[in-house]
């Protein structure tokens, strides 16, 4: 009995494989695909224009239109058709900075690393004040501080103890890490409780903006998250049109506030002179995404997506972060019309806006597109942005939901690709296996059935779109250049771009190909009572 259970599982196993190995490999494009990408790349010449030329691209900002306007004219030049600028919005006023000097004065003089958190407002010329340390957790906290804060400066993080790193600065996945990877995860379902802490954080950050500006403070000095004198940053400010901007927020080399704070426990007097250019546009709050195609043929109204996030950071010039995914999606259809590539389906490009803020602009595309969901109804959220409200059910799909084969990904970094994720989609896996053998060769031949979260593919999954992230090496994303003032071409891999670009031409050629869509998962449902749902962007 146990005996013909077993040869009946391995004969129903060998049925599956065999099934799945039908699934057609055009390899003849493989090389011709592989020969184009390899020998004549584009590829970093795309990134350096993005990065050295335009620079970073805040949501928002002018360089952005500049950059959405490159783009467009780029891909329609290679050959792509029907491309245009999608509007999408309000998201709120523009921003970027032109200076930043920040000195220590006394006890001694000394430059500071430091710059500008983004939507915050210059300094309308230098200004000094007395380093001033501030515990500020809840709105309850501002109490002690009234009367008190009249020409300071306050540090409100706490020192960090730097200790010798854990990993190197610089690193590949492992095959164990690889291999690891390929057993199933179960969802983290943190969503909820990230939205609950962002409320609470940009509750708090109004009213401190407010409360600081009364009480006659002279700017907000924070702790970069990384060492090193790497500048990691984001927001602070307010780019809600009418709302208190605050002070001048800054963040400061690790190293040196720790440094500022030893000096204020030892009860010395700190003083600083800050200086910061800073504009705000108001002209316009609504944003683009870049939007191009490869005309389809007989299943023309049918749709392989490819897509990455134009918008970035400013400390750096978003290369890593994400110039490389823009840079390499780009690659990938510059690849196909340079083969003179006639694809079944149509084969689009998404240069999203507004992922940095919470996956904005792929969210705005797949409601106009594909799916929507009712706002949430829930009274206390109303004061908050749509994207920091519990997700509204149910979910409604657009005739054109039916129509969208797949949506890749590419937002990790510089690294090469490894494999893809899934996202749990277990009918696609095998399908992957198949279009990953002929890179092998390159180091990419690894699908997971995990789910990853925090970029643009999550915003097709969460409608029940087949959307996937390729599974890329770290490098030093994580370590040194995400969101920081290292995130320039320097800290890019040529190798590694050409690789992604190969693959995701290949992808793109396949899936545009194949007689059938690609397998999808269930339209999601809403969760029971007290269940948290899906992985959301950190």
Known sequence: MRRSTTLLAGTILLLARTLWADEPIDWEMVNRIRDEGINRSQVMDTLRYLTDRIGPRLTGSPALVEAN???LQTLLE??????????WGPFGRGWSFSRSAVHMIQPRQTPLTALPKAWTPGTSGPVRGRAFKATIE????????????????????????????????????????????????????????????????????????????????????????????????????????????????????????NWILRLLEEEQDVELEIDIEAQFYDDSLMVYNTIAEIPGTDKADEVVLLGAHLDSWHPGTGSNDNGTGTAVVMEAVRILTALGVRPRRTIRVGLWAGEEQGLLGSRAHVEKHYASRPDSKIPDQQEFPAHLRTLGWPITPKPDHAKLSGYFNLDNGSGKIRGIYTQGNAAVAQVFEEWLKPFRDMGADTVTNRNTGGTDHVAFDAVGLPGFQFIQDDLDYYTRTHHSNWDVFDHAQREDLVQASVVIASFAYHAAMRDELLPRKPLPQRPPEGAMEGDEKD
Do not use: C
């Open 138 to 257: 809840t709105e309850v906290d501002l109490d002690q501080y009234r009367g008190g804060l009249q020409g300071k400066v306050l540090f409100v993080s706490d020192s960090r103890e730097i200790t010798a790193p854990e990993q190197a600065d610089f690193a590949r996945l492992s095959p164990t890490e690889l291999e690891e990877m390929e057993l199933f995860s179960f969802p983290s379902g943190q969503v909820e409780k990230w939205l609950e802490e962002a409320r609470e954080q940009l509750q708090l950050r109004r009213a401190l903006n407010e409360f600081l500006i009364k009480e006659g403070a002279v700017a907000v000095v924070d702790i970069s998250s990384r060492d090193g004198g790497t500048l990691r940053l984001g927001s602070a400010g307010s780019r809600e049109p009418g709302a208190s901007v605050g002070l001048p927020t800054i963040a400061m080399a690790t190293e040196q506030y």
């Open 69 to 71: 306007e490159w783009t």
């Open 78 to 87: 290679w050959g792509l058709k029907n491309g245009h600028l999608e509007e």
